[in-house]
């Protein structure tokens, strides 16, 4: 994982929508599907490639997939976000 996939998953505001919702709690895809007016294949695709840039993580319970936020990439990125702008801050 890059943060090159990491930006690109957050750049679409309905995967950053879907993150916010995951911060409550883990969830079902129909229980995320179920919050937007499109259609499952859609929502599929949003959820792969917030998978791929590891920002969620999936455990099957039976005949359900659920959806759960994972923390510690958000946290890499945040970490090189104020890394960076300290190094800004301290050449001015």
Do not use: Q
Not at 4 to 11: D, H, I, Q, R, Y
Not at 16 to 45: C, D, Q
Not at 81 to 92: F, H
């Amino acid at each position: 994982m890059g943060f090159g996939e990491t930006f690109k998953a957050l750049s679409d505001p309905v995967r950053r929508e879907i993150l916010t919702h995951l911060k409550n709690g883990p969830a079902s895809a129909g229980e995320i599907a179920g919050r937007f007016e499109m259609t499952g294949a859609t929502v599929s695709y949003h959820l792969k490639v917030l998978k791929n840039a590891d920002l969620i993580s999936e455990t099957k319970v039976k005949n359900f997939i659920y959806y759960d936020l994972n923390t510690s990439v958000l946290e890499e990125v945040l970490l090189w976000l104020t890394d960076l702008k300290g190094e800004i801050e301290n050449e001015a």
